[in-house]
C-alpha cells in the first residue's frame, strides 16, 4: 500500500520537474542564441544559423576595437559608479529616517513616495527632459560653448570651468544628467526601510544609554546587521544603471559621455545591423552584470527573503 500510495507523489514531482526543466530551457535559450550569434561571421547570422562552424573569437575583438568600447565601458564604469554612491546615501539616510525618526507628515510622504512606483517612466521622461535641458529652472553648469572655446585657446580644464560658470545652463553631456537620475528610486528607500523598522528597539535603547545619536547607531548597530538588502539595493541600482539606454540616448549628443549601452547602436549601420558583432558586444555587457550576480548572489537571495532581522 506504501507503495501505491508514492506513485502520485512521484508522478507529481515528476510533472513538476520537467515544468521547470522547461521555464529554464526557455530562459537560457536567449542566452545561448546571443552567445553563439556572437561567434559567427555576417554569412552565418543572415542564413539564421544556430550553431557556427567555426567560432569566431576574432569577433570580440572587432567589437572592442570598432565601436571604441574602451570609451563606453570605462564611461559606464563612472556613471554606475556614482550612481550607486547617490542610491546608497538617498535610500540609507530615506530609508533609516521613515523606520525610526518621527517627523510631520512622514506616513504621507512616505506614501506619495510609494506611489511613484505606480508612474510608468514613459510618463516622466518628457519633464525629466525639460529639466535636465534647463527649460524649467536655471540650472548651475558650464556653458559649454565658452569652455570649448577656453579648452581650444589652451585652458586647463578645471580653470575654464570655473571662468565659464553660470545659471541656466543645460545638463546634456554632462555626467550630472546621466548620473542624478539613477541615485534616488522608490523601490531602494521601501526596501531598505522595512528592514531597518524591524531592528529591535533595546539596540536603539542601549545605544542611546551610551550616548549615541541617530547617525553613530546606523553606521555603527544598523548598517553592519544590514548586509543582505543593501547588498540586493546595490545589485538593482547596478543593473538599473548599468542597463540604461533610452536616459542616456536622450540627454548625450556625444559619444564622448555615452555609455555602453549606448555604444552598441554602433553596430546598426545603413547597410543593417551587425549581427555578429552586435551579439560580441551584448556579451561583452553582460559580462560585469554576471560578476556582480555571482558576488553578491547569497546576500541577494538572503535580502529577497526576508525583510528583517530573525529573532
Known amino acids: 500500500m506504501a507503495k501505491y500510495n508514492t506513485l502520485p507523489r512521484t508522478i507529481g514531482r515528476a510533472i513538476l520537474y520537467l515544468i521547470l526543466a522547461g521555464g529554464a530551457l526557455l530562459a537560457m535559450t536567449p542566452f545561448f542564441w546571443m552567445i553563439s550569434t556572437s561567434l559567427m561571421t555576417l554569412g552565418e547570422t543572415i542564413n539564421r544559423a544556430w550553431v557556427p562552424d567555426v567560432p569566431q573569437w576574432i569577433n570580440y575583438v572587432d567589437a572592442w576595437d570598432q565601436a571604441n568600447f574602451s570609451r563606453y565601458f570605462w564611461n559606464s564604469v563612472v556613471i554606475t ?23 510631520p507628515a512622514k506616513n504621507i510622504i512616505f506614501a506619495i513616495i510609494l506611489a511613484t512606483m505606480m508612474v510608468p517612466e514613459s510618463v516622466t521622461v518628457l519633464p525629466s527632459l525639460l529639466l535636465i535641458r534647463g527649460s524649467i ?47 534616488a528610486n522608490a523601490f531602494s528607500i521601501f526596501m531598505l526601510r522595512q528592514f531597518f523598522a524591524q531592528t529591535p528597539k533595546e539596540l536603539w535603547d542601549a ?52 555609455p555602453i549601452m549606448v555604444g552598441l547602436w554602433n553596430f546598426v549601420t545603413e547597410a543593417g545591423p551587425q549581427t555578429h558583432l552586435l551579439m560580441a558586444g551584448a556579451v561583452i555587457t553582460l559580462i560585469p552584470i554576471v560578476i556582480v550576480y555571482f558576488i553578491t548572489q547569497k546576500q541577494f537571495t538572503e535580502g529577497i527573503a526576508t525583510t528583517g532581522l530573525k529573532g
Not at 546615501?89 to 525618526?101: D, E, R
Not at 585657446?153 to 543645460?170: D, F, P, R
Not at 547596478?238 to 556625444?254: D, E, G, K, Y
Open 81 to 103: 559608479s556614482i550612481s550607486l554612491a547617490g542610491l546608497m546615501v538617498t535610500s540609507v539616510l530615506a530609508g533609516y529616517a521613515f523606520a525610526s525618526i518621527k517627523f
Open 207 to 258: 545605544a542611546r544609554i551610551d550616548g549615541a545619536g541617530h547617525f553613530r547607531f546606523l553606521f555603527q548597530i544598523v548598517l553592519p546587521i544590514s548586509k543582505a538588502p543593501i547588498m540586493t539595493v546595490l545589485l538593482f541600482g547596478f543593473i538599473s544603471s548599468w542597463n540604461a539606454f533610452m536616459w542616456p540616448l536622450l540627454v548625450t549628443t556625444r559619444d564622448v559621455k555615452r
Open 137 to 183: 529652472i536655471p540650472l548651475p553648469g558650464v556653458d559649454i560653448r565658452a569652455f570649448d572655446a577656453c579648452i581650444a585657446e589652451g585652458g586647463k580644464v578645471l580653470s575654464c570651468q570655473l571662468q565659464n560658470l553660470t545659471m541656466g545652463a543645460s545638463w546634456l553631456n554632462t555626467l550630472q544628467a546621466l548620473t542624478l537620475p539613477f541615485m
